[in-house]
């Protein structure tokens, strides 16, 4: 029997280091998702969005999480609700959901994240869906708040996309390597290196860009279908 290696997942570096390895090795390809009816099915609605619009009011929040992925790629299951907020309107977000009747569940702390991410999950105190409300006091976040509005297709505002790159690549969790190549694998390369220079800005990891042009290559993958893996025999080679 052989020994396993032993697998270093004490950082997001780290953990990005073993999943883009592995599926550049393995080399999987997809079966050819229909990448234009997949983005064109309707996106489902998490439960809490209308009541969350009409408690927070005029504080400017986006949706982040898995629900903000399902804008910029293909739509996961999920039923975890994230919210961000400036860091100036933290406060005033807590104290409205509190005058709403939520209730804090817990503290949220991302002690090895570099985004300075901190936060509160939050629930009906009737019973109901929880969600995240995140936020950072960084440049980054800032600037997501001051760039062009983004909304998905039910009406809801949501993270712009380097910066919703930029928190998954972060957290490197499973689930954000895969979400970050779905979505980047439907993006063109020049949309990408758009992406990445907003990424290098704000991420100072020297590996950065250079994973998020892997993500890239690899989400790619699973969206070749035959015609566009294999040469078009019907046309003329010259």
């Known amino acids: 029997m052989h020994a396993r290696s032993q697998i270093d997942v004490s950082s997001a570096a780290a953990r990005r280091r073993f999943f883009l390895s592995r599926a550049r090795r393995l080399n999987t ?3 050819g998702s229909d990448m234009r009816l997949l983005m064109a099915m309707p996106r489902t609605t998490h439960g809490v969005d209308r009541m969350i619009a009409a408690i927070f009011g005029d504080i400017p929040v986006f949706l982040i999480g898995a629900f903000a992925a399902a804008a910029y790629a293909p739509e996961r299951y ?11 309107r933290y406060d005033d977000a807590q104290a409205r959901l509190l005058a709403s009747d939520w209730e804090k569940c817990r503290t949220l ?13 939050w629930a009906p105190r009737a019973g109901g869906q929880e969600i995240d409300l995140i936020t950072s006091d960084q440049a980054w976040a800032r600037e997501a708040f001051a760039a ?10 949501v993270i712009p996309l380097p910066y919703l790159v930029l928190m998954k690549l ?26 990445i220079r907003t990424v290098q800005r704000h991420y100072h990891d020297p590996s950065a860009a250079d994973d998020l042009r892997q993500y890239h290559e ?9 015609a566009t893996s294999q040469p078009d025999s019907t046309k003329d080679p010259r």
């Open 29 to 31: 390809r997809g079966a």
């Open 170 to 195: 972060d957290s490197a969790r499973v689930i954000d390597q895969a979400d970050l190549a779905r979505i980047l694998g439907r993006l063109s390369s020049e949309h990408v290196e758009e992406v």
């Open 218 to 226: 690899i989400g790619k993958w699973e969206y070749e279908t035959e």
């Open 109 to 121: 702390m991302f002690p090895n994240a570099g985004l300075g991410l901190h936060g509160s999950a």
């Open 148 to 157: 062009p509005l983004f909304q998905d297709s039910n009406g809801e505002r």
């Open 78 to 88: 999920s039923k975890d609700v994230g919210y961000f907020v400036s860091a100036e």
